[in-house]
């Protein structure tokens, strides 16, 4: 089969990430005109996705501390990079499926498995990811399925949720289709991702509320509960990882994390309710005489964002050899653990809120030490630099404001 596949493969390099080298297109060759990868390319591979990889890597390992992982699924694996890496930086006697529709990824993730020696522990498929993934689970569900496309995960969410094991299995998402999912296309995400999107400070954190919002919907269509265990938002992405298990009465009491969220641009108060309250009350606005200029985003998941056991597992895998990730993956994994007990309040963006009240904005830690004593809980976000997440309303926030600049 891969002999007919097989095709004279020009323009191939040599690239690393972690602790793994391996083959692909020749990027720098194919974007120099457009300056980013795209899906010209004869076997794609984005460098600026290491990230991404990096904290999968670091999330599986985490999680198969505590879960059996015996076989994995990348339906669309591309030069095979992502399943490499997994192969070769995690310890354990798995076994990997990878899939492509395209001929040339799939000699090229061959070529990639033949080097490290892994063909006797992975096998590559030519086909569509979502036949593959139905068909090739028949005989034995899948423990994990990593779904990284060029665009929206939504259209393959059914068959790989079906084709994990029913007993519990990690899903991997990523979604790069952010104009739809940052509120430039509310309508698009309405159709996707069964939730209006909206332009607000925290419009990422709402692209991944909804991509968890649709996780959730699937899943229960299929009995299923969800579980996230961590969220990434970074550059032109973003990213979930999500435990999925065959669980009716878990599922059902999931249906509170369905809810809507409010944002008053003018006096920027955020309102964050489950569709299963009783109406929706009145919007209480943090300002006399405001506008009125309401955002709504939703239905979307508005439950937790990183089991914590998880998240400090994968902080101390991280300092056992934090050389072989991306420099920022420290940083990233901290704010995350610093934020993850107050995600159910969204973050405020201290130069939003600073430009909604015409003020200048004074540091960020300034803010925090105040907060912090006057007995409110206050966090740093992986989401911005310049936002916290706390529980004190956006009055007392412009309040300190006001005192820290002398009005």
């Not at 008053?264 to 009350?281: D, F, I, K, N, P």
């Not at 430009?355 to 830690?365: E, F, G, I, V």
């Amino acid at each position: 089969m891969l002999k007919q596949l097989a095709c004279n493969m020009t323009g191939l390099k040599e690239y690393s990430e972690g602790r793994t080298t391996f083959l692909t297109a020749d990027v720098e060759e194919h974007t120099a005109e457009k300056g980013q990868p795209t899906t010209d390319m004869p076997v794609f591979y984005n460098p600026r996705m290491r990230i991404n990889r990096d904290l999968s890597v670091l999330f599986l390992r985490a999680y198969m501390e505590k879960n059996d992982m015996k076989l994995f699924c990348e339906p669309l694996a591309g030069s095979g990079v992502r399943s490499l890496r997994y192969l070769n930086e995690i310890p354990g006697e798995f076994n990997g499926l990878l899939c492509d529709v395209n001929p040339m990824a799939i000699e090229t993730a061959t070529k990639n498995l033949d080097k490290h020696g892994f063909l006797d522990r992975a096998q590559v498929l030519h086909g569509d990811a979502k036949i593959l993934l139905l068909t090739e689970s028949r005989g034995k569900r899948f423990d994990f399925v990593d779904i990284d496309p060029f665009g929206s995960p939504v259209p393959y969410l059914n068959a790989a949720i079906q084709s994990l094991n029913p007993r519990g299995g990690l899903l991997g998402l990523t979604a790069t289709d952010m104009p739809a999912l940052c509120g430039v296309y509310p309508r698009v995400a309405l159709r996707k991702y069964g939730g209006l999107s909206t332009r607000a400070p925290f419009t990422h954190e709402l692209a991944v509320r909804l991509l968890l919002g649709r996780t959730y919907s699937i899943a229960a269509m299929n009995g299923c509960s969800i579980k996230p265990l961590g969220i990434l938002s970074t550059d032109h992405y973003i990213r979930a990882w999500i435990h999925i298990e065959s669980n009716k009465t878990e599922s059902n009491k999931q249906v509170d994390s369905i809810g809507m969220i409010r944002l008053c641009r003018s006096c920027q108060h955020a309102e964050v309710y489950s569709l299963r309250q009783s109406g929706s009350s009145e919007f209480l606005h943090e300002q006399e005489n405001c506008p009125a200029d309401t955002a709504i985003a939703g239905p979307l998941w508005i439950g937790d964002l990183y089991d914590s056991k998880t998240l400090e597992r994968t902080v101390k895998l991280h300092e056992l050899d934090p050389e072989a990730y991306h420099k920022r993956v420290r940083e990233l994994l901290e704010l995350m653990t610093e934020e993850q007990t107050l995600v159910r309040f969204p973050f405020m963006d201290i130069h939003d809120v600073c430009d909604a009240y015409n003020l200048p904005s004074p540091k960020r830690s300034d803010i925090t030490d105040v907060l912090i004593a006057k007995g409110y809980q206050v966090s740093r976000t992986h989401f911005r630099p310049t936002a916290i997440r706390t529980d004190a309303p956006v009055r007392e926030v412009v309040s300190i404001i006001k005192d820290l600049i002398g009005e």
